[in-house]
């Protein structure tokens, strides 16, 4: 069995996001998504939140599991037996920092493997940063992310939902 983990703040989770994981739920036997604690990040939401956001977003994926996390991501892919972290690509400076990261994990855990997919062309843009600055500007977000997350940012005070 492999077990894949793809780790990431999912702040809030993206139609981008829900394609990779469909995408390597293709591949895979089972796949971790884990949601960091603690980024390095202004967060909008609590990791209760984006744990439930990415339940909800993910939960008719019977190979997909969401788990909260709070130690490196390499220790976190040892805890659940993980054999390879999925990354998405979105454009050329992703590569840049994709790479480094999975030189640094291949370092910290030999063995792990990155494998990466290319976000899909209709998220090749697609982030959750800004999927909260055009939310904030009154943007229609209805075609980038789930329904419940688009009534969660409206929550927040920073989203109009359009029918």
Known sequence: MIIAL????FDPVTNGHIDIATRASKLFDKIIVGIFATPEKNLMFSLDERV?????????????????YSNITVEFAREVNADVLVRGLRMIGDFEWEFEMAMMNQMLSPGLE??????????????????????????????????????????????????
């Open 52 to 68: 439930d956001m990415a339940r909800r977003a993910l939960g008719h994926l019977p190979k997909i599991e969401v788990k909260p």
């Open 114 to 163: 990155t494998v990466c997919f290319m976000a899909s062309q209709e998220y090749q843009f697609l982030s959750a940063s800004l999927i909260k600055e055009v939310a904030s500007l009154g943007g229609d977000i209805s075609k980038l992310v789930p329904r419940h997350v688009a009534e969660a940012l409206k929550k927040k005070g920073i989203a109009k939902i359009r029918k």
């Open 6 to 9: 793809y780790p990431g703040s």
